[in-house]
Protein backbone atom coordinates (compact mmCIF):
# COMPACT_ATOMS: atom_id res chain seq x y z
CA UNK A 1 0.00 0.00 0.00
CA UNK A 2 2.88 2.48 0.70
CA UNK A 3 4.38 2.01 -2.66
CA UNK A 4 1.01 2.47 -4.34
CA UNK A 5 0.82 5.65 -2.39
CA UNK A 6 4.39 6.51 -3.14
CA UNK A 7 3.63 5.93 -7.01
CA UNK A 8 0.37 8.06 -6.94
CA UNK A 9 2.41 11.01 -5.29
CA UNK A 10 4.82 10.73 -8.04
CA UNK A 11 2.03 10.66 -10.80
CA UNK A 12 0.37 13.49 -9.95
CA UNK A 13 3.36 16.19 -8.83
CA UNK A 14 4.71 18.48 -11.06
CA UNK A 15 8.28 18.13 -12.54
CA UNK A 16 9.43 21.74 -11.74
CA UNK A 17 8.52 22.76 -8.55
CA UNK A 18 8.31 18.72 -7.41
CA UNK A 19 5.29 19.34 -4.98
CA UNK A 20 1.52 18.37 -5.49
CA UNK A 21 -0.07 19.48 -8.79
CA UNK A 22 -1.93 22.85 -8.50
CA UNK A 23 -4.27 24.17 -10.72
CA UNK A 24 -2.95 21.04 -13.25
CA UNK A 25 -2.36 21.85 -17.15
CA UNK A 26 -1.03 19.12 -19.74
CA UNK A 27 0.49 19.70 -22.64
CA UNK A 28 -0.48 18.16 -26.44
CA UNK A 29 2.87 15.34 -25.17
CA UNK A 30 1.21 14.31 -22.63
CA UNK A 31 3.05 15.97 -19.61
CA UNK A 32 1.49 17.87 -16.90
CA UNK A 33 2.95 20.33 -14.75
CA UNK A 34 1.79 23.18 -12.42
CA UNK A 35 -0.03 26.10 -14.31
CA UNK A 36 2.28 28.98 -12.65
CA UNK A 37 5.45 26.25 -12.84
CA UNK A 38 4.84 25.92 -16.88
CA UNK A 39 3.96 29.46 -17.55
CA UNK A 40 7.19 30.71 -15.91
CA UNK A 41 9.47 28.01 -18.35
CA UNK A 42 7.70 29.40 -20.76
CA UNK A 43 7.82 32.94 -19.92
CA UNK A 44 11.67 32.51 -20.36
CA UNK A 45 11.46 31.09 -23.40
CA UNK A 46 9.43 34.38 -24.95
CA UNK A 47 12.54 35.63 -26.39
CA UNK A 48 13.36 32.63 -29.12
CA UNK A 49 9.30 32.08 -29.43
CA UNK A 50 9.86 28.89 -29.41
CA UNK A 51 8.58 26.65 -26.27
CA UNK A 52 9.29 23.42 -24.77
CA UNK A 53 8.36 20.47 -22.46
CA UNK A 54 10.77 20.50 -19.92
CA UNK A 55 10.74 16.82 -19.96
CA UNK A 56 10.93 15.64 -23.44
CA UNK A 57 12.04 18.87 -24.94
CA UNK A 58 8.86 18.65 -27.29
CA UNK A 59 8.56 21.81 -29.62
CA UNK A 60 5.63 23.64 -29.89
CA UNK A 61 5.06 26.87 -32.24
CA UNK A 62 3.02 29.22 -31.36
CA UNK A 63 2.48 29.31 -27.51
CA UNK A 64 0.10 26.66 -26.65
CA UNK A 65 -3.45 27.72 -25.13
CA UNK A 66 -3.31 25.70 -21.03
CA UNK A 67 -6.70 24.59 -19.59
CA UNK A 68 -6.64 22.94 -16.50
CA UNK A 69 -6.96 19.08 -16.28
CA UNK A 70 -10.11 18.87 -14.21
CA UNK A 71 -9.44 15.00 -13.41
CA UNK A 72 -5.68 15.98 -12.19
CA UNK A 73 -6.87 18.67 -9.90
CA UNK A 74 -9.81 16.08 -8.04
CA UNK A 75 -7.10 13.62 -8.02
CA UNK A 76 -4.72 15.70 -6.21
CA UNK A 77 -7.68 17.20 -3.91
CA UNK A 78 -8.51 13.97 -2.96
CA UNK A 79 -4.95 13.03 -2.19
CA UNK A 80 -4.65 16.19 -0.33
CA UNK A 81 -7.09 15.13 2.20
CA UNK A 82 -5.57 11.79 3.21
CA UNK A 83 -2.86 14.15 4.38
CA UNK A 84 -0.07 12.29 1.84
CA UNK A 85 2.68 14.84 0.38
CA UNK A 86 5.10 15.08 -2.32
CA UNK A 87 7.82 17.20 -1.30
CA UNK A 88 11.23 15.91 -0.49
CA UNK A 89 12.26 15.78 2.48
CA UNK A 90 14.60 19.05 3.56
CA UNK A 91 18.05 17.85 3.15
CA UNK A 92 17.45 17.22 -0.73
CA UNK A 93 17.19 21.03 -1.03
CA UNK A 94 19.88 23.18 -2.23
CA UNK A 95 21.61 25.63 0.67
CA UNK A 96 24.18 28.23 0.04
CA UNK A 97 27.20 26.21 -0.52
CA UNK A 98 25.21 23.62 -2.86
CA UNK A 99 24.87 23.51 -6.50
CA UNK A 100 21.35 23.83 -7.27
CA UNK A 101 18.86 22.88 -10.08
CA UNK A 102 18.55 25.37 -12.61
CA UNK A 103 14.94 23.79 -13.84
CA UNK A 104 13.44 24.17 -9.95
CA UNK A 105 11.23 26.77 -9.51
CA UNK A 106 10.31 28.14 -6.00
CA UNK A 107 12.86 26.17 -3.52
CA UNK A 108 15.39 24.93 -5.92
CA UNK A 109 16.48 21.53 -5.02
CA UNK A 110 20.02 20.11 -5.23
CA UNK A 111 21.64 19.16 -8.46
CA UNK A 112 22.17 15.75 -9.16
CA UNK A 113 24.56 16.33 -12.44
CA UNK A 114 25.26 19.34 -14.61
CA UNK A 115 25.34 19.01 -18.00
CA UNK A 116 28.34 20.27 -19.87
CA UNK A 117 26.54 21.04 -23.56
CA UNK A 118 23.09 22.02 -21.82
CA UNK A 119 25.49 24.69 -19.50
CA UNK A 120 22.66 23.41 -16.70
CA UNK A 121 22.28 21.75 -13.62
CA UNK A 122 19.44 19.23 -12.86
CA UNK A 123 18.56 17.51 -10.09
CA UNK A 124 17.63 13.63 -9.82
CA UNK A 125 13.94 13.85 -11.51
CA UNK A 126 14.90 16.72 -14.08
CA UNK A 127 17.65 14.72 -15.32
CA UNK A 128 15.40 12.04 -16.13
CA UNK A 129 14.98 13.19 -19.82
CA UNK A 130 18.85 12.88 -20.25
CA UNK A 131 18.70 9.53 -19.15
CA UNK A 132 15.48 8.85 -21.81
CA UNK A 133 15.64 10.84 -24.70
CA UNK A 134 17.69 10.34 -27.28
CA UNK A 135 18.26 13.85 -27.55
CA UNK A 136 20.66 14.24 -24.90
CA UNK A 137 22.39 10.65 -25.39
CA UNK A 138 25.54 12.86 -26.16
CA UNK A 139 25.50 15.26 -23.49
CA UNK A 140 28.34 15.13 -21.24
CA UNK A 141 27.04 14.50 -17.21
CA UNK A 142 29.88 15.60 -14.84
CA UNK A 143 29.49 16.16 -10.80
CA UNK A 144 26.91 19.23 -10.08
CA UNK A 145 29.63 22.36 -10.44
CA UNK A 146 28.60 26.25 -10.30
CA UNK A 147 31.37 27.36 -12.78
CA UNK A 148 29.31 25.97 -16.02
CA UNK A 149 30.11 29.63 -17.62
CA UNK A 150 33.76 29.47 -17.83
CA UNK A 151 33.39 26.62 -19.84
CA UNK A 152 32.02 29.31 -22.51
CA UNK A 153 34.16 31.43 -24.72
CA UNK A 154 33.88 35.14 -23.76
CA UNK A 155 34.70 35.97 -27.16
CA UNK A 156 32.51 33.49 -29.34
CA UNK A 157 30.21 32.52 -26.72
CA UNK A 158 31.20 28.82 -27.83
CA UNK A 159 32.06 26.06 -25.40
CA UNK A 160 35.95 25.94 -24.87
CA UNK A 161 36.88 22.33 -25.67
CA UNK A 162 40.15 22.64 -27.11
CA UNK A 163 43.18 23.23 -25.86
CA UNK A 164 46.23 25.45 -27.24
CA UNK A 165 49.84 23.98 -26.19
CA UNK A 166 51.24 27.14 -27.76
CA UNK A 167 49.52 29.73 -25.52
CA UNK A 168 48.57 27.28 -22.76
CA UNK A 169 44.87 28.16 -22.27
CA UNK A 170 41.56 26.57 -23.19
CA UNK A 171 39.94 27.47 -26.43
CA UNK A 172 36.63 27.39 -28.35
CA UNK A 173 37.12 25.52 -31.78
CA UNK A 174 35.78 29.46 -33.49
CA UNK A 175 39.66 30.70 -31.70
CA UNK A 176 41.37 27.40 -32.84
CA UNK A 177 40.95 28.97 -36.75
CA UNK A 178 40.95 32.65 -35.45
CA UNK A 179 43.76 33.82 -33.09
CA UNK A 180 45.34 31.07 -32.43
CA UNK A 181 45.24 29.38 -35.96
CA UNK A 182 47.91 27.69 -36.86
CA UNK A 183 49.16 26.84 -33.09
CA UNK A 184 49.58 23.41 -31.41
CA UNK A 185 46.56 22.42 -30.03
CA UNK A 186 45.05 19.66 -29.08
CA UNK A 187 41.06 18.50 -27.60
CA UNK A 188 40.75 19.38 -23.86
CA UNK A 189 40.37 15.44 -23.29
CA UNK A 190 43.32 14.57 -25.42
CA UNK A 191 45.55 16.91 -22.18
CA UNK A 192 43.70 16.44 -19.61
CA UNK A 193 45.12 12.20 -20.39
CA UNK A 194 48.24 13.54 -20.66
CA UNK A 195 48.36 16.24 -17.58
CA UNK A 196 46.10 13.31 -15.63
CA UNK A 197 49.57 11.13 -16.46
CA UNK A 198 51.34 13.93 -14.40
CA UNK A 199 48.97 14.50 -11.83
CA UNK A 200 49.66 10.89 -11.03
CA UNK A 201 53.45 10.96 -11.18
CA UNK A 202 52.96 14.22 -8.63
CA UNK A 203 51.60 11.63 -6.41
CA UNK A 204 53.66 9.03 -5.98
CA UNK A 205 56.17 11.85 -5.74
CA UNK A 206 54.39 13.39 -2.64
CA UNK A 207 53.53 9.79 -1.01
CA UNK A 208 57.31 9.09 -1.29
CA UNK A 209 58.35 12.33 0.46
CA UNK A 210 55.92 11.79 2.87
CA UNK A 211 57.40 7.81 3.57
CA UNK A 212 60.57 9.80 4.17
CA UNK A 213 59.46 12.22 5.86
CA UNK A 214 57.70 10.42 8.41
CA UNK A 215 61.33 7.77 8.59
CA UNK A 216 63.64 10.67 8.98
CA UNK A 217 60.24 12.14 11.80
CA UNK A 218 60.98 8.35 13.16
CA UNK A 219 64.77 8.82 13.17
CA UNK A 220 64.65 12.36 15.25
CA UNK A 221 62.66 10.15 17.91
CA UNK A 222 64.88 7.86 18.11
CA UNK A 223 67.92 10.64 18.02
CA UNK A 224 65.78 12.13 21.36
CA UNK A 225 65.41 8.87 23.02
CA UNK A 226 69.40 8.48 22.44
CA UNK A 227 70.21 12.17 23.56
CA UNK A 228 68.18 11.65 26.88
CA UNK A 229 69.54 7.84 27.36
CA UNK A 230 73.13 8.96 26.68
CA UNK A 231 72.46 11.66 29.19
CA UNK A 232 70.81 9.33 31.98
CA UNK A 233 73.77 6.83 31.34
CA UNK A 234 76.50 10.14 31.61
CA UNK A 235 75.26 11.47 34.53
CA UNK A 236 74.95 7.65 36.07
CA UNK A 237 78.84 7.18 35.18
CA UNK A 238 79.81 10.67 35.90
CA UNK A 239 78.42 10.22 40.22
CA UNK A 240 80.27 7.24 40.15
CA UNK A 241 83.53 8.35 39.32
CA UNK A 242 82.86 11.74 41.38
CA UNK A 243 82.43 9.36 44.43
CA UNK A 244 85.68 8.40 44.56
CA UNK A 245 86.74 11.63 44.26
CA UNK A 246 85.84 12.38 47.33
CA UNK A 247 87.37 15.62 48.26
CA UNK A 248 85.47 17.17 44.39
CA UNK A 249 82.62 15.91 45.28
CA UNK A 250 80.78 18.94 44.77
CA UNK A 251 81.78 19.25 41.53
CA UNK A 252 79.02 16.63 40.72
CA UNK A 253 76.36 18.93 40.25
CA UNK A 254 78.26 21.08 38.32
CA UNK A 255 78.79 18.60 35.64
CA UNK A 256 75.46 17.61 35.81
CA UNK A 257 74.30 20.90 35.07
CA UNK A 258 76.88 20.75 31.81
CA UNK A 259 75.19 17.79 30.74
CA UNK A 260 71.41 18.26 31.10
CA UNK A 261 72.21 22.50 29.59
CA UNK A 262 73.65 20.04 26.71
CA UNK A 263 71.00 17.43 26.62
CA UNK A 264 67.88 20.45 26.63
CA UNK A 265 70.18 22.14 23.81
CA UNK A 266 70.18 18.99 21.37
CA UNK A 267 66.42 17.73 22.33
CA UNK A 268 65.58 21.68 21.35
CA UNK A 269 67.30 21.33 17.93
CA UNK A 270 65.97 17.91 16.90
CA UNK A 271 62.65 18.88 18.16
CA UNK A 272 62.89 22.18 16.11
CA UNK A 273 63.73 19.86 12.78
CA UNK A 274 60.83 17.49 14.24
CA UNK A 275 58.23 20.07 14.14
CA UNK A 276 59.54 21.25 10.39
CA UNK A 277 59.65 17.68 8.94
CA UNK A 278 56.01 17.14 10.81
CA UNK A 279 54.58 20.00 9.37
CA UNK A 280 56.04 19.31 5.64
CA UNK A 281 54.10 15.61 5.94
CA UNK A 282 50.90 17.91 6.91
CA UNK A 283 51.88 20.38 3.98
CA UNK A 284 52.61 16.81 1.44
CA UNK A 285 48.77 15.04 2.84
CA UNK A 286 47.22 18.18 2.10
CA UNK A 287 48.53 18.59 -1.38
CA UNK A 288 48.09 14.73 -2.06
CA UNK A 289 44.44 14.68 -1.42
CA UNK A 290 44.21 18.31 -3.39
CA UNK A 291 45.58 16.38 -6.47
CA UNK A 292 43.42 12.92 -5.58
CA UNK A 293 40.26 15.44 -5.75
CA UNK A 294 41.73 16.88 -8.87
CA UNK A 295 42.37 13.40 -10.47
CA UNK A 296 38.49 13.15 -10.03
CA UNK A 297 37.44 16.11 -11.88
CA UNK A 298 35.37 14.83 -14.50
CA UNK A 299 35.43 18.61 -16.58
CA UNK A 300 38.31 18.38 -18.23
CA UNK A 301 38.51 22.25 -18.32
CA UNK A 302 38.16 22.80 -14.69
CA UNK A 303 41.32 20.01 -14.64
CA UNK A 304 43.00 21.92 -16.63
CA UNK A 305 42.47 25.52 -15.66
CA UNK A 306 43.44 24.39 -11.62
CA UNK A 307 46.12 22.02 -12.53
CA UNK A 308 49.10 24.63 -12.74
CA UNK A 309 48.36 25.78 -9.63
CA UNK A 310 47.37 22.45 -7.53
CA UNK A 311 50.35 20.74 -8.92
CA UNK A 312 52.89 23.13 -7.51
CA UNK A 313 55.11 21.95 -4.72
CA UNK A 314 56.79 23.15 -2.29
CA UNK A 315 60.99 23.03 -1.43
CA UNK A 316 61.36 20.08 1.23
CA UNK A 317 62.99 20.84 4.65
CA UNK A 318 66.75 20.31 4.31
CA UNK A 319 67.37 17.08 6.21
CA UNK A 320 71.08 17.02 6.09
CA UNK A 321 70.96 17.69 9.36
CA UNK A 322 69.79 14.43 10.41
CA UNK A 323 72.60 12.24 11.76
CA UNK A 324 71.33 9.50 14.13
CA UNK A 325 74.50 8.84 16.28
CA UNK A 326 75.11 6.26 18.67
CA UNK A 327 74.31 6.56 22.54
CA UNK A 328 77.53 8.54 22.88
CA UNK A 329 76.29 12.30 22.86
CA UNK A 330 78.07 13.06 26.67
CA UNK A 331 80.43 9.98 26.37
CA UNK A 332 83.22 13.12 26.12
CA UNK A 333 82.14 14.22 29.39
CA UNK A 334 82.43 11.31 30.78
CA UNK A 335 85.79 10.63 29.35
CA UNK A 336 86.82 14.30 30.80
CA UNK A 337 85.69 13.08 34.39
CA UNK A 338 87.71 9.83 33.99
CA UNK A 339 90.86 11.95 32.49
CA UNK A 340 90.52 14.05 35.81
CA UNK A 341 90.25 10.61 38.05
CA UNK A 342 93.51 9.35 36.33
CA UNK A 343 95.46 12.55 36.41
CA UNK A 344 95.07 12.85 40.30
CA UNK A 345 95.67 9.21 40.72
CA UNK A 346 99.35 9.89 39.04
CA UNK A 347 100.03 13.00 41.35
CA UNK A 348 99.19 10.91 43.87
CA UNK A 349 101.41 8.09 42.99
CA UNK A 350 104.10 10.82 41.57
CA UNK A 351 103.88 13.42 44.78
CA UNK A 352 103.00 11.54 47.72
CA UNK A 353 105.01 8.54 47.31
CA UNK A 354 106.87 9.29 50.62
CA UNK A 355 103.97 10.36 53.03
CA UNK A 356 102.18 8.02 55.24
CA UNK A 357 98.60 7.79 54.59
CA UNK A 358 96.11 5.99 56.34
CA UNK A 359 92.37 5.36 55.77
CA UNK A 360 91.45 3.95 52.16
CA UNK A 361 90.57 7.28 50.69
CA UNK A 362 93.72 7.22 48.73
CA UNK A 363 93.88 3.55 48.20
CA UNK A 364 90.91 3.66 45.89
CA UNK A 365 92.15 6.20 43.74
CA UNK A 366 95.66 4.73 43.25
CA UNK A 367 95.95 2.19 39.92
CA UNK A 368 95.60 -1.16 41.09
CA UNK A 369 97.85 -4.19 38.91
CA UNK A 370 96.52 -5.69 36.24
CA UNK A 371 94.65 -8.66 37.77
CA UNK A 372 96.06 -12.46 38.05
CA UNK A 373 92.32 -14.74 38.29
CA UNK A 374 89.14 -14.47 36.15
CA UNK A 375 87.62 -13.32 39.66
CA UNK A 376 89.76 -10.45 39.50
CA UNK A 377 89.31 -9.52 36.31
CA UNK A 378 85.58 -9.89 37.04
CA UNK A 379 85.71 -6.76 39.37
CA UNK A 380 85.86 -4.31 35.78
CA UNK A 381 83.76 -6.45 33.67
CA UNK A 382 81.46 -4.42 31.45
CA UNK A 383 77.65 -5.18 29.89
CA UNK A 384 78.62 -3.95 26.55
CA UNK A 385 76.10 -3.87 23.28
CA UNK A 386 76.83 -3.83 19.46
CA UNK A 387 75.91 -0.63 17.52
CA UNK A 388 73.85 -1.61 14.47
CA UNK A 389 74.70 1.80 13.04
CA UNK A 390 78.11 0.41 12.30
CA UNK A 391 77.43 -3.21 11.37
CA UNK A 392 78.00 -3.98 7.45
CA UNK A 393 74.80 -4.62 5.66
CA UNK A 394 74.92 -8.52 5.77
CA UNK A 395 75.36 -9.15 9.63
CA UNK A 396 72.66 -9.71 11.83
CA UNK A 397 72.35 -8.77 15.21
CA UNK A 398 70.38 -10.36 18.35
CA UNK A 399 70.25 -11.24 21.71
CA UNK A 400 69.84 -7.50 22.78
CA UNK A 401 72.68 -6.87 20.26
CA UNK A 402 75.07 -8.85 21.93
CA UNK A 403 75.41 -11.46 19.68
CA UNK A 404 76.68 -11.35 15.99
CA UNK A 405 76.53 -13.53 12.90
CA UNK A 406 76.60 -13.30 8.58
CA UNK A 407 73.18 -14.22 7.31
CA UNK A 408 73.01 -11.76 3.87
CA UNK A 409 71.49 -8.49 3.37
CA UNK A 410 69.75 -6.91 5.98
CA UNK A 411 67.30 -3.98 5.63
CA UNK A 412 69.71 -1.34 7.70
CA UNK A 413 69.14 2.29 6.94
CA UNK A 414 72.17 4.50 5.57
CA UNK A 415 74.33 5.76 8.17
CA UNK A 416 78.46 7.45 8.08
CA UNK A 417 79.30 4.60 10.71
CA UNK A 418 78.77 2.01 9.03
CA UNK A 419 81.17 -0.96 8.09
CA UNK A 420 80.53 -1.22 4.08
CA UNK A 421 83.67 -3.56 2.36
CA UNK A 422 83.88 -6.32 5.44
CA UNK A 423 81.76 -8.10 7.76
CA UNK A 424 82.79 -5.72 10.55
CA UNK A 425 80.41 -3.99 13.87
CA UNK A 426 81.56 -2.15 16.88
CA UNK A 427 80.28 -1.62 20.21
CA UNK A 428 77.84 1.13 21.53
CA UNK A 429 79.88 2.69 24.32
CA UNK A 430 83.37 4.31 24.26
CA UNK A 431 85.67 2.20 26.86
CA UNK A 432 88.41 4.08 28.81
CA UNK A 433 89.22 3.18 32.47
CA UNK A 434 89.88 -0.42 33.55
CA UNK A 435 87.35 -2.71 31.20
CA UNK A 436 87.16 -6.72 30.86
CA UNK A 437 84.70 -8.14 28.83
CA UNK A 438 84.15 -11.95 26.96
CA UNK A 439 83.48 -12.74 23.55
CA UNK A 440 82.19 -16.37 22.85
CA UNK A 441 82.58 -17.74 19.31
CA UNK A 442 82.21 -20.45 16.63
CA UNK A 443 83.25 -21.17 13.13
CA UNK A 444 85.71 -20.74 10.89
CA UNK A 445 86.83 -17.32 11.65
CA UNK A 446 86.31 -14.29 14.03
CA UNK A 447 88.34 -11.65 14.84
CA UNK A 448 87.89 -10.06 18.62
CA UNK A 449 89.44 -6.13 18.33
CA UNK A 450 89.55 -2.79 20.26
CA UNK A 451 89.29 0.50 17.28
CA UNK A 452 89.39 4.12 18.05
CA UNK A 453 86.13 5.29 16.43
CA UNK A 454 87.49 6.96 13.50
CA UNK A 455 88.57 4.00 12.16
CA UNK A 456 87.56 3.91 8.55
CA UNK A 457 84.24 2.43 6.67
CA UNK A 458 85.99 1.24 3.98
CA UNK A 459 88.86 -0.10 2.16
CA UNK A 460 91.57 -2.22 3.02
CA UNK A 461 92.06 0.06 6.00
CA UNK A 462 89.07 -0.55 7.74
CA UNK A 463 90.12 -4.03 8.44
CA UNK A 464 90.56 -4.50 12.04
CA UNK A 465 94.35 -4.40 12.67
CA UNK A 466 95.24 -3.45 9.30
CA UNK A 467 95.65 0.14 10.47
CA UNK A 468 97.03 2.26 13.09
CA UNK A 469 93.63 2.92 14.70
CA UNK A 470 92.87 -1.11 15.65
CA UNK A 471 94.40 -4.08 17.86
CA UNK A 472 93.32 -7.18 16.87
CA UNK A 473 92.99 -10.98 17.98
CA UNK A 474 92.26 -13.23 15.00
CA UNK A 475 90.80 -16.82 16.19
CA UNK A 476 91.05 -19.57 14.37
CA UNK A 477 89.72 -23.78 14.79
CA UNK A 478 93.90 -24.18 15.43
CA UNK A 479 95.18 -21.24 16.28
CA UNK A 480 95.80 -17.38 16.92
CA UNK A 481 97.35 -14.20 15.14
CA UNK A 482 97.12 -10.73 16.28
CA UNK A 483 97.50 -7.81 14.16
CA UNK A 484 98.52 -4.43 14.95
CA UNK A 485 98.82 -1.70 11.49
CA UNK A 486 99.35 -4.97 9.03
CA UNK A 487 101.90 -5.92 11.30
CA UNK A 488 100.97 -9.99 12.35
CA UNK A 489 102.20 -11.75 15.15
CA UNK A 490 101.56 -15.51 15.55
CA UNK A 491 100.30 -16.03 19.12
CA UNK A 492 100.56 -19.41 20.83
CA UNK A 493 98.42 -20.66 23.46
CA UNK A 494 95.18 -22.80 24.08
CA UNK A 495 92.69 -22.43 21.55
CA UNK A 496 89.23 -22.24 23.47
CA UNK A 497 85.36 -20.72 21.91
CA UNK A 498 85.64 -17.84 24.77
CA UNK A 499 88.36 -15.06 24.51
CA UNK A 500 88.44 -12.47 27.32
CA UNK A 501 90.10 -9.11 27.10
CA UNK A 502 91.21 -6.61 29.56
CA UNK A 503 91.57 -2.80 28.90
CA UNK A 504 93.42 -0.40 31.03
CA UNK A 505 92.98 2.95 29.19
CA UNK A 506 95.04 4.86 31.50
CA UNK A 507 97.71 2.49 31.45
CA UNK A 508 97.95 1.70 27.89
CA UNK A 509 97.62 -2.09 28.21
CA UNK A 510 95.76 -4.68 26.68
CA UNK A 511 95.69 -8.19 27.09
CA UNK A 512 94.03 -10.96 25.19
CA UNK A 513 93.41 -14.35 27.17
CA UNK A 514 92.17 -17.39 26.61
CA UNK A 515 89.09 -18.79 29.20
CA UNK A 516 88.52 -21.94 29.37
CA UNK A 517 88.24 -23.83 33.22
CA UNK A 518 91.66 -21.72 33.40
CA UNK A 519 92.62 -18.46 31.88
CA UNK A 520 95.78 -18.15 30.09
CA UNK A 521 97.39 -15.04 28.49
CA UNK A 522 97.87 -14.98 25.13
CA UNK A 523 98.76 -11.35 24.11
CA UNK A 524 99.56 -8.16 25.84
CA UNK A 525 100.18 -4.84 23.97
CA UNK A 526 101.84 -1.98 26.38
CA UNK A 527 101.26 1.50 24.36
CA UNK A 528 99.39 4.93 24.44
CA UNK A 529 95.89 5.01 23.47
CA UNK A 530 95.24 8.73 22.81
CA UNK A 531 91.38 8.31 22.35
CA UNK A 532 88.55 6.45 23.75
CA UNK A 533 88.25 2.99 22.26
CA UNK A 534 85.47 0.52 21.14
CA UNK A 535 85.27 -3.08 21.24
CA UNK A 536 84.94 -4.74 17.63
CA UNK A 537 84.08 -7.98 16.33
CA UNK A 538 84.53 -9.69 12.73
CA UNK A 539 82.56 -12.54 11.83
CA UNK A 540 83.41 -14.57 8.33
CA UNK A 541 80.51 -16.35 6.55
CA UNK A 542 79.06 -18.99 8.87
CA UNK A 543 80.89 -18.07 12.18
CA UNK A 544 78.81 -16.38 15.18
CA UNK A 545 80.76 -14.34 18.01
CA UNK A 546 78.80 -12.69 20.98
CA UNK A 547 79.84 -10.51 24.10
CA UNK A 548 78.83 -12.62 27.14
CA UNK A 549 77.02 -11.72 30.01
CA UNK A 550 79.91 -12.19 32.62
CA UNK A 551 79.48 -12.31 36.49
Not at 269 to 293: H, M, P, S, Y
Request: with cysteine; aromatic share 8%; hydrophobic share 30%.
Amino acid sequence: MAQKDQLDQETISCSICLDLLKDPVTTTCGHSYCMSCIKGFWDGEDQRKIYSCPQCREAFTPRPVLKKNTMLAALVEQLKKTGLQAAPADHCYAGPEDVACDVCTGRKLKAFKSCLVCLASYCENHLQSHYESPTFKKHKLVEPSKKLQENICSRHDKLMEIFCHTDQQIICYLCSVDDHKGHDTVSAAAERTERQRELEVSRLNIQQRIQHREKDVKLLQQEVKAISLSADKAVEDSEKIFTQLIRLQKRSSDVKQQIRSQQETEVSRVKELQEKLQQEITQLKRKDAELKQLSHTEDHNQFLHNYPSVSQLSEPTDSSSINIRPLRYFEDVKAAVSELRDLLQDILRDKWTNISLTGTEVDVLLSEPEPKTRAGFLKYSREITLDPNTAHANLLLSDGNRKVEWTGLQSYSRHTDRFTDYYQVLNRESLTGRCYWEVEWRGERVCVSVAYKNISRSGNKSIFGFNDRSWSLWCYPNSYVFNFNNNKTAVSGPVSSRVGVYLDHRAGILSFYSVSETLTLLHRVQTTFTQPLYAGLYVYVGSTAELCKVK
